[in-house]
């Protein structure tokens, strides 16, 4: 039965990996709510994915990054707020960012070329004021934030 239970988590794990990638974290809380659950195959099934690379925190951290830059261009504390919320510590992502040499003020631009996009004409007020919340809720540092703002 221990075997049976081992091989069903394991066969679960891989099937949730195989449909996206996840963070230990995840999966460990996706293995919990599974009956067959119990520590002991968890750390196994936890180790031995590791091991193979198919579950690996730095590289899931390093596809988000890429794929919140490329996507939909987001700054490092909003895919930091994301990332930690599925369990990675936000000193982790932080260390990743800054090995990935991404260049905040190119990422903050990228964003607010698709903001002009759909913008209409209005006030120069107001256009600063709402250039600020989007770049803000973005997730950029206020230093960036401000000096893209000051040409308006």
Do not use: C
Request: no cysteine; glycine share 4%; net charge positive.
């Amino acid at each position: 039965m221990e075997g049976q239970d081992y091989q069903k988590l394991m066969d679960y794990a891989i099937r949730a990996i195989s449909r996206r990638s996840h963070s230990v974290h995840e999966l460990r809380e996706k293995l919990k709510k599974r009956k067959e659950h119990n520590k002991e195959n968890e750390d196994k099934i936890i180790n031995r994915l590791g091991e193979l690379n198919l579950l690996n925190d730095e590289d899931y951290i390093r596809r988000t990054i890429e794929n919140s830059i490329n996507l939909n261009p987001q700054g490092p504390r909003k895919i930091a707020q994301r990332l930690y919320r599925k369990g990675i510590p936000t000193k982790v992502t932080n260390s990743v960012w800054d090995s990935l040499n991404i260049n905040e003020k190119e990422v903050a631009l990228k964003a607010l070329e698709k903001f002009n996009r759909v913008q209409k004409p209005m006030s120069p007020k107001k256009l600063y004021q709402k250039r600020t919340r989007f770049l803000a809720s973005r997730g950029f540092s206020p230093s960036i934030v401000f000096s893209l703002n000051e040409d308006i």
